[in-house]
């Protein structure tokens, strides 16, 4: 499809557009985008310059800028009006960007004045990535968005803050700010501006160009290396104890990494979307992976146990599949010098009968894989960057891979197959488990408040919430009164309520799991090394698994900012809940 010239009337215009933008200073039309301007000049990419006014600006404050107009006529008047050693005119416009990229510079600050919507949205998502691969590490985009009517002789489609967002959020972009709409410095009753600022996070260690090179630019001829990268990426942020840590790197249990693989495989195999070009087979696929159908996705946990048939088959699967990431993605995802990012070493398929419990144990049975200590880092940290990245190329090569088999495919159903399905918010097990303790005249107490619960008031609550972060981990779940529940709600509990409540917690651990049916424990214990930075040399001690808890609750406050709760102090044991 053929859309509109987005460009002739800027041509054809081009001193009037020049003499309406030169009458505003920069500071004034972006005075809403000064306090996000990098304080130190470098390397300034202006995209749609126009008449060179931001340019100029830049230009005399010690930046180096390349200005990339689409319109000739108004680069040159912008090249006549702006005459700097320190700003390089070049004709190239959006989505591709392709005499910028030639250029092979990265850049400090990306400038988008005015540009966006005239972009039309099929194009976007290939726009923010191009924009994004010239960033720095540390770097920054900056655009201002144009609410309201298109005039006549200028195509141009609605823009929206939160697309821009996920957008962003898709390459690896984070959102800085985005202001509120302000009043057109033209008058313009039914125009209004916004400023949204994305930023590229900098882990300080280089993980993040090199993770942002391996995504975006190493050649693929399967998903495998995304969904390696996929597989660590979500180690990191839920299991990052089941690692050992050396000087340079660590070494993850390839067993684990071929769980979470076949956790990912499974949707898009059963739905038959492709995952390679029309004719290659993916080298798991075997056998035992379709003993795998009766099981969901979350059924493939660390701490879950199986048995009969899919415990058999699951044993084989988990095989199969840490063979192919040693000897595929794990030995082709490169540096520049060719040496593997993950080297991997497959260890032996576990012997065993028709019981599997999903342990750390079984997990290294299968082999080691080691990743650079700076790359876990950057994993463990950004994971809320990295892994939407790593989506958006893996819905784009699925729809090539199905594209040249001439079966076009929609980015929605490769997306609703990645998604990292859990069970729903389930508290069923933990609050049979206090029914049976109320049944028994045991006495079983909400954690938040000490009151005795009772019947229809007993509720299960999240410690760390769902909302923030889905674990139905046993640890997780403790007995609280409906009011403290709802009170809470998805806040994360703040150190001083958590502090008054450890008694309450330690109780509910030690009666409600560590004394019920071996399977319960194992699974609370297992689950526990998983999530929990424990010590994995022993079994941990409860005050240890409590402070582990702080430490994770520190965490999740640290990338959520959510607010936190300070605890119910209108409760107390003399005046019963509602």
């Not at 054809?12 to 130190?40: I, K, M, N, Q, S």
């Not at 821009?164 to 209004?192: N, P, W, Y």
């Amino acid at each position: 499809m053929a859309w509109p010239d987005t460009v002739g009337a800027y041509n054809r215009g081009f001193r009037e557009f020049a003499e309406a933008y030169e009458a505003f200073g920069f500071e004034d039309v972006h005075r809403d985008a000064l306090p996000f301007l990098p304080a130190t000049p470098g390397y300034l990419l202006d995209v749609g310059a126009g008449s060179g006014r931001d340019a100029a600006w830049f230009a005399a404050r010690g930046w180096e800028v390349i200005a990339a107009e689409p319109a000739a006529a108004l680069r040159a008047e912008a090249g006549r009006l702006h005459a700097a050693p320190s700003i390089r005119w070049v004709d190239d416009r959006l989505p591709a960007l392709a005499e910028v990229h030639r250029l092979g510079l990265a850049f400090d600050l990306v400038w988008l004045s005015g540009v966006w919507q005239h972009i039309p949205p099929e194009d976007r998502a290939r726009a923010m990535r191009k924009l994004a691969t010239l960033l720095k590490p540390g770097g920054r985009i900056v655009l201002t968005l144009r609410h309201g009517p298109a005039p006549p002789d200028r195509p141009m489609w609605p823009v929206d803050a939160h697309e821009v967002e996920r957008l962003g959020l898709d390459h690896g972009l984070a959102l800085r700010v985005a202001t509120d709409r302000a009043e057109d410095r033209q008058g313009r009753a039914d125009v209004r501006w916004q400023t949204v600022v994305l930023d590229l996070p900098d882990d300080g260690g280089g993980a993040l160009p090199l993770l942002r090179g391996v995504i975006l630019r190493q050649e693929r001829f399967t998903t495998y290396k995304l969904a390696l990268l996929r597989c660590l990426a979500r180690i990191a942020d839920a299991s990052p104890n089941m690692a050992r840590e050396a000087e340079s790197h660590v070494e993850l249990p390839l067993g684990l990494v071929a769980l979470y693989w076949l956790r990912m495989y499974k949707p898009l195999v059963e739905r038959g979307l492709p995952q390679a070009p029309a004719g290659v087979g993916l080298a798991f696929v075997k056998g035992a992976f379709q003993g795998l159908r009766p099981l969901a996705p979350f059924d493939l946990r660390p701490g879950a146990l199986l048995r009969g048939e899919t415990a058999v088959a699951l044993r084989g699967a988990l095989a199969d599949a840490a063979r192919v990431i040693a000897d595929m993605p794990a030995r082709h995802l490169t540096f520049a010098d060719d040496t593997p990012v993950f080297p991997a070493e497959f260890g032996r398929r576990p012997r065993g009968g028709d019981t599997l419990a999903l342990g750390a144990g079984l997990f290294w049975d299968y082999g080691t894989i080691r990743v650079p200590l700076h790359v876990w880092h950057a994993l463990r940290r950004m994971a809320a960057w990295i892994e939407p990245m790593l989506l958006a190329e893996w819905v784009r090569q699925s729809r090539d891979f199905a594209s040249r088999a001439g079966r076009p495919l929609a980015a929605d159903a490769v997306l609703d197959a990645l998604r990292w399905l859990e069970p729903e918010r389930d508290t069923g097990l933990v609050r049979d488990l206090v029914a049976a303790r109320l049944q028994r005249g045991e006495k079983v107490s909400c954690v938040w408040t000490g009151l005795p619960l009772r019947g229809r008031a007993v509720e299960v609550d999240h410690c760390l919430p769902w909302a923030a972060w889905p674990c139905n981990d046993l640890w997780n779940l403790l007995p609280a009164s409906r009011e403290a529940n709802r009170e809470k709600a998805d806040q994360v509990v703040g150190a001083t309520a958590l502090m008054a409540a450890k008694p309450r917690i330690l109780d509910w651990w030690q009666h409600g799991y560590l004394a019920a049916p071996e399977p319960l424990r194992a699974r609370f214990a297992e689950e526990a090394r998983s999530t929990l930075p424990l010590p994995t040399d022993r079994e941990p001690e409860l005050e240890e698994m409590f402070a582990a808890l702080d430490f994770r609750r520190l965490r999740l406050r640290q990338e959520t900012q959510l607010p936190e709760w300070a605890g119910v102090p209108r409760l107390t044991a003399e005046e019963p809940p509602r």
